[in-house]
């Protein structure tokens, strides 16, 4: 790991920026564009929230910002939030178990709109999401295509809710009775014990009946992502809303097996797409040119050190987690990412026929998934960053090369940053995340 981690973050350490690889005029569309969108997404959630907890309110207008690619201005598009609820209500607020489906239609600048239907049974308290949900039926379409067979399980599991927006990543009950995490409907490296979520759940709901406001659960997972650093590990996660001071510690970066596994394999992919397309002319040999500056993953990896120096007194690259047990860190941030890019579509991207098969239930051209682990000296999670999936939907009718290339290009430009300055929106979550220290 460190062979791969520490020439890229120590040539951050000692230059304090790397630089840029964009024109002025793209890099300030794209900042634009990565705010905006992270404003929209904060926006809706915001709205579906007030509309699940008040048992009056079963359809909401929510005026979002979109960016206009024509105009290059911002704009206000009307989102639609609809909620039904089969349970009781309470002093006006949903409480007591039920069945919940909420629908949101957000509509995009060039005129698509993105329609996510989600049914879940659980149980509301005093207006507000507790204890164990399991969503039954998700359904995601954008309005000029057809929905992909596999997508809806992108949105199926059980998690443990201290609310609308506080709760842990999905989980699927495997037949041994123990709960696998998933990410974007695929399998993830996380499980949990049988009754394992049932136990916490029903921790919570008493907790809350006996009239607690600083509500928490702790869930004892095992990871196969932490077993190269903790073998045979089993990690108690805890979600508490109580910070943790970074300001002062020293924090170790440190890359999951499967990340440095990911990055060799994506290293590989691009280049062979690279050594393919030297022959593209015209616009498809600029949209080309574009994606190679965009797609470095050293990129990645000097956005993720350079989030950690917003928040710590000092950053340094690791392999395991000795430096803990030793003194010389405070912390390490375990880094998990999986890219689900595909780097094989040359000559044959086809908007009528995608996506091919078979294909991973995310069925965007370029997508990735983010997460991380926070522990602590004593070698407990003190703090989970649930995966951050993000996808590349194309929006348009285009087809071929050109149209390939142009969805690369744009998704690692809007993901990894738009030059020295831009973070890009795939580690905005993770900056939230330590905001929140």
Same mark, same amino acid.
């Not at 009528?352 to 997460?371: D, H, I, N, T, Y």
């Given at each position: 790991?460190?062979?791969?981690?520490?020439?890229?973050?120590?040539?951050?350490?000692?230059?304090?920026?790397?630089?840029?690889?964009?024109?002025?005029?793209?890099?300030?569309?794209?900042?634009?564009?990565?705010?905006?969108?992270?404003?929209?997404?904060?926006?809706?959630?915001?709205?579906?929230?007030?509309?699940?907890?008040?048992?009056?309110?079963?359809?909401?207008?929510?005026?979002?910002?979109?960016?206009?690619?024509?105009?290059?201005?911002?704009?206000?598009?009307?989102?639609?939030?609809?909620?039904?609820?089969?349970?009781?209500?309470?002093?006006?607020?949903?409480?007591?178990?039920?069945?919940?489906?909420?629908?949101?239609?957000?509509?995009?600048?060039?005129?698509?709109?993105?329609?996510?239907?989600?049914?879940?049974?659980?149980?509301?308290?005093?207006?507000?999401? %507790?204890?164990?949900?399991?969503?039954?039926?998700?359904?995601?379409? %954008?309005?000029?295509?057809?929905?992909?067979?596999?997508?809806?399980?992108?949105?199926?599991?059980?998690?443990?809710?201290?609310?609308?927006?506080?709760?842990?990543?999905?989980?699927?009950?495997?037949?041994?009775?123990?709960?696998?995490?998933?990410?974007?409907?695929?399998?993830?490296?996380?499980?949990?014990?049988?009754?394992?979520?049932?136990?916490?759940?029903?921790?919570?709901?008493?907790?809350?009946?006996?009239?607690?406001? @600083?509500?928490?659960?702790?869930?004892?997972?095992?990871?196969?992502?932490?077993?190269?650093?903790?073998?045979?590990?089993?990690?108690?996660?805890?979600?508490?809303?109580?910070?943790?001071?970074?300001? @002062?510690?020293?924090?170790?970066?440190? %890359?999951?097996?499967?990340?440095?596994?990911?990055?060799?394999?994506?290293?590989?992919?691009?280049?062979?797409?690279?050594?393919?397309?030297?022959?593209?002319?015209?616009?498809?040999?600029?949209?080309?040119?574009?994606?190679?500056?965009?797609?470095?993953?050293?990129?990645?990896?000097?956005?993720?050190?350079?989030?950690?120096?917003?928040?710590?007194?000092?950053?340094?690259?690791?392999?395991?987690?000795?430096? %803990?047990?030793?003194?010389?860190? @405070?912390?390490?941030?375990?880094?998990?990412?999986?890219?689900?890019?595909?780097?094989?579509?040359?000559?044959?991207?086809?908007?009528?026929?995608?996506?091919?098969?078979?294909?991973?239930?995310?069925?965007?051209?370029?997508?990735?998934?983010?997460?991380?682990?926070?522990?602590?000296?004593?070698?407990?999670?003190?703090?989970?960053?649930?995966?951050?999936?993000?996808?590349?939907? @194309?929006?348009?009718?285009?087809?071929?090369?050109?149209?390939?290339?142009?969805?690369?290009?744009?998704?690692?430009?809007?993901?990894?940053?738009?030059?020295?300055?831009?973070?890009?929106?795939?580690?905005?979550?993770?900056?939230?995340?330590?905001?929140?220290?």
């Amino acid at each position: 790991m460190k062979k791969y981690l520490t020439p890229m973050i120590c040539s951050l350490l000692l230059t304090g920026h790397v630089a840029a690889q964009m024109s002025a005029e793209q890099q300030a569309q794209g900042n634009m564009n990565s705010a905006i969108v992270m404003r929209a997404h904060t926006v809706l959630l915001e709205a579906e929230a007030r509309a699940m907890e008040e048992c009056s309110m079963s359809r909401l207008v929510v005026p979002i910002p979109a960016y206009n690619f024509s105009t290059k201005n911002e704009e206000a598009l009307d989102a639609v939030v609809s909620i039904e609820w089969s349970g009781a209500c309470v002093d006006g607020k949903r409480d007591g178990p039920g069945v919940l489906t909420w629908q949101s239609e957000k509509p995009f600048a060039s005129g698509n709109k993105l329609t996510v239907t989600t049914t879940a049974e659980g149980r509301f308290v005093k207006g507000q999401r %507790l204890g164990m949900w399991c969503v039954t039926k998700y359904e995601a379409t %954008l309005s000029n295509r057809p929905p992909s067979p596999r997508l809806p399980l992108s949105g199926l599991g059980c998690r443990l809710h201290e609310g609308h927006a506080k709760g842990t990543p999905s989980y699927i009950k495997q037949p041994d009775g123990r709960w696998q995490e998933y990410v974007l409907g695929e399998p993830g490296a996380t499980f949990l014990a049988a009754g394992e979520l049932e136990a916490q759940s029903a921790k919570l709901l008493a907790d809350a009946a006996a009239g607690k406001t @600083d509500l928490k659960a702790r869930v004892v997972m095992q990871s196969r992502d932490l077993d190269d650093l903790l073998p045979g590990s089993k990690i108690v996660a805890a979600m508490s809303a109580s910070p943790i001071p970074l300001k @002062d510690k020293r924090v170790a970066i440190v %890359l999951s097996s499967q990340s440095v596994s990911e990055f060799g394999r994506f290293k590989s992919e691009r280049q062979a797409l690279i050594d393919a397309s030297a022959g593209l002319r015209g616009e498809a040999a600029a949209e080309r040119s574009r994606f190679i500056k965009a797609s470095n993953p050293d990129r990645l990896l000097v956005n993720i050190a350079k989030v950690m120096q917003k928040h710590a007194k000092d950053v340094h690259p690791a392999d395991d987690l000795s430096g %803990l047990q030793n003194g010389r860190f @405070d912390y390490a941030l375990v880094v998990d990412w999986k890219s689900m890019t595909r780097f094989d579509q040359l000559g044959k991207y086809d908007k009528a026929a995608w996506p091919p098969k078979p294909f991973p239930a995310a069925s965007g051209v370029a997508c990735e998934s983010l997460r991380g682990f926070l522990i602590g000296r004593d070698l407990k999670v003190v703090r989970q960053l649930p995966a951050f999936p993000s996808c590349q939907f @194309d929006l348009s009718t285009a087809t071929g090369d050109q149209a390939y290339m142009w969805i690369l290009a744009t998704y690692f430009a809007d993901h990894w940053g738009n030059g020295s300055d831009e973070l890009g929106l795939s580690v905005l979550g993770l900056d939230a995340f330590l905001k929140q220290q």
